[in-house]
């Protein structure tokens, strides 16, 4: 019996691999899943407060998950989508937002790198033709998801400081990315992607490119394609259009608008709460703006 030694442990120790080769798998599967759940059950939520005081503990989560899988691509996406949910709709202070926002970018750059090493090298290039150029040969259909949460943390991390002219410099990588969405797929995330393409128009000055007239269109557009459902593209278009345009009586509609809708839409709920919350926060801050 001693000869079918070698064999047994030979076989124990192909059995164990293989139950540890499926445990990691398994693992894999779930992280892959809560960060997909996480972020579905965050955006159905209707208590602010709650999430605002919940998020932290499940970001730390994705930090762990991350530092034990860190080329996952859907978990580096999940990751940058919370954190910039948390910062863009939780944190007041600036600092504290731009440190945030930063991890969100940065986790989705990673993520972006982790699907496709090709796009990664995108990022180290100063040439902004060969990015047009690569964005539109090699971003499809089945790229959109991932391109909208890079593209949504880049504008968050413009938004935390854009006064920064560096950051500033990024403005048309950023476009090229949400017109590439936009191209693909316009009813994507409810139309924010449209709404993100307004908030560009109106951030900036004509002299630099930006266009606020065509902002509006961009916004009006995006709250048409969920038949108004959908309340921050006329928060986004109150802050960041008519501000600009110095239009109160457009501005104060907007809000009014936003603060008399339901709120509590499937998929929406949570991102409505916070359009509605943000609305009451212009219309106090509107009587010293205009």
């Not at 908030?199 to 065509?214: A, K, Y």
Request: aromatic residues 8%.
């Amino acid at each position: 019996m001693s000869h079918m030694r070698p064999i047994l442990r030979s076989a124990a120790l192909a059995f164990v691999l293989s139950t540890l080769s499926g445990c990691a798998m398994f693992v894999q599967r779930a992280a892959d899943g809560l960060g997909a759940g996480l972020t579905q059950g965050v955006s159905n939520h209707d208590d602010v407060d709650t999430v605002a005081a919940g998020l932290p503990a499940y970001l730390l989560l994705l930090d762990g998950l991350i530092e034990g899988d860190p080329q996952n691509p859907a978990l580096l996406l999940s990751a940058a989508r919370l954190y910039g949910t948390y910062a863009g709709g939780f944190v007041a202070d600036a600092e504290r937002a731009k440190r945030l926002s930063d991890r969100s970018f940065g986790y989705a750059r990673r993520g972006i790198c982790a699907r496709d090493a090709a796009f990664c090298k995108q990022f180290d290039s100063n040439d902004f033709d060969a990015f047009n150029a690569f964005v539109a040969a090699n971003v499809g259909a089945k790229d959109v998801d991932a391109t909208y949460t890079l593209a949504s943390s880049w504008v968050g991390w413009l938004r935390a400081d854009s006064a920064d002219w560096n950051r500033v410099a990024d403005l048309p990588r950023i476009e090229t990315l949400l017109n590439r969405v936009n191209e693909l797929s316009p009813a994507h995330d409810h139309g924010n992607v449209l709404a993100y393409l307004g908030v560009l128009d109106c951030l900036r000055p004509q002299s630099l490119g930006g266009n606020p007239e065509r902002g509006q269109q961009r916004m009006q557009a995006a709250a048409a394609v969920d038949n108004g459902r959908n309340l921050l593209p006329k928060v986004l278009d109150a802050e960041y259009c008519q501000r600009l345009l110095f239009d109160q009586e457009a501005h104060d509609r907007l809000l009014a608008e936003v603060q008399a809708a339901d709120a509590n839409i499937p998929g929406l709920t949570l991102s409505n709460t916070i359009a509605k919350r943000r609305a009451a926060e212009l219309v106090v801050s509107g009587k010293d703006y205009f």
